[in-house]
């Protein structure tokens, strides 16, 4: 689409404009039809204007995310919405004589001018944003807002509908003059649609790396607050253990991550691994060491695939796996392909895993937390357990409990500060739930948090319950006793 056959086309013209971007700059203008095939991350590009794009996209937080992928470092974003605190929605919701008469249509007003937030996954049912909403989401995918205004042309949607055009007409040009710098301030944000001029961070000149802004420093300082059911959740498990999880020290297991070669992961999703020990992988990489995955299920039951067909639904997440394996070097990657939310410990299961651990002899096993709250991360336990079960040649592997929904007991911290720019890259080619969930951002709070919570410091880290083979199978074996009662698939956990 081009910018001059933009409804809003004055607007966002004139802010593209100030941006005084050199004549061989790389403009996107994205047409709201072909969203999904415009954006392509391997074209980086200066600049991308968004206008009747993002109320009407299916994921929006997603499309934020792939946008500030798409652009180079110091590109822009320009960026139009519906108005959430538009003034029109006071007026045409106001049931009193406005116009000379009662407005009685008023609710018929407002419903054809101001859809609110209805169905999400509803393309006809475009969404509203708060400036302050808006603003909020573009800093926490990493862009800066440099200028921000409303603009006015939604007024003229009124004509006709219970509005006279005198009225519409003269409510537009007044807040045209306080937009531009005339009149009361708390009007500048009253305007039919709210435009926004952003900026991705230039890194160009040094290591790529994560900025501690504003808004992540706020999310960080509430994690307690937000994850205080989790927190109540740990506690109860170690009251029910009386302290006896783990007997390693500290030193001893950093000690044996420092000097590794070999490590395993079991994955119950695809892109579990990323979320819980992505930076130790990494790491690990990164000193020449092997690591294997196993993904243990395909991920299915995603809701971004509820629409898609079977083949599909089955295929589509372990295709991502295995991008993200070979970006990142694993060595050797398995599957089971067990059905999303019902995995088990099914001799199939036990056996294929068993025969991971016999070739591979890692000296540290990844897996999911014993007390996490999604089922399939429950049965991953009980599937390693029985498999080290089913050896009796005295391996003595490192165990290591990682977090995806639930906290782990504060044990091991691991600083992951080098390596965390490239674990959220890296989350990037897992479109499918990254639709649903912003595992970049939980990923950013979670381990900012750690990082200063347990290593007294500003970075980044990644947290673990570190056991031996022994007590870690008399762990599953008390939660299996203690939980034989299913533990229900939590509906917002099928990732």
Known sequence: MSLATH????????????????PDARVLDIDPGEVETQIDADRPIECIVACGVLERARWPRWLLRRMYHTLVPGGHLVLSVPNRCAIIDRIAAFPLCVTGRMTRRSDAVHATCRPTRRDPDSLSAPRCYSPSE???QLNEVGFEVRNSRTHR??????????????????VD?????????????????????????????DHSTGAARIDMTPCLTRAIDGFESFYAAEYTRLRSWQ?????????????AVHDTIDQCRSLLVLSPHPDDELIGCGGLMLDVRSRGGR????QMTDGAECQALRDADEQTRRTIRSDEARDVADRMGVTHLAFLDAPNGRLDDS???????????????PEIICVPFINDRHVDHVAANRVLSSALGAIDDGYQPLILAYEVWSLVPPHVARPIDVFAHRKLDLLMHYPTPMKVVDYIWHCQVRDGHHSRQYLHQTGF?????????STYQRLVGAHRRGADRQIPADPALST
């Open 173 to 201: 040009w007044g807040l045209e003059q306080v937009n531009r710098g005339a009149g009361v301030e708390f009007l500048k944000h009253r305007g039919g649609r709210y435009l926004a001029v952003t900026q991705k961070p």
């Open 7 to 22: 409804p809003f086309n004055g607007a966002m013209s004139d802010a593209v404009a100030a941006l005084n971007l050199p």
């Open 153 to 170: 042309r939604c007024f003229h949607e009124l004509d006709g509908r219970g509005l006279p055009r005198r009225l519409t007409a003269a």
């Open 461 to 469: 880290a990644e947290a673990f319950l570190a056991t031996t083979r």
């Open 291 to 294: 690591v294997s995955v196993i």
């Open 239 to 251: 009251n029910q253990q009386r302290g006896d999880w783990t007997t390693l020290p500290p030193a």
């Open 347 to 361: 001799p199939p299961n036990v056996r294929n895993v068993r025969n991971v651990l016999k070739w591979a002899r």
């Open 134 to 136: 808006l603003n909020r």
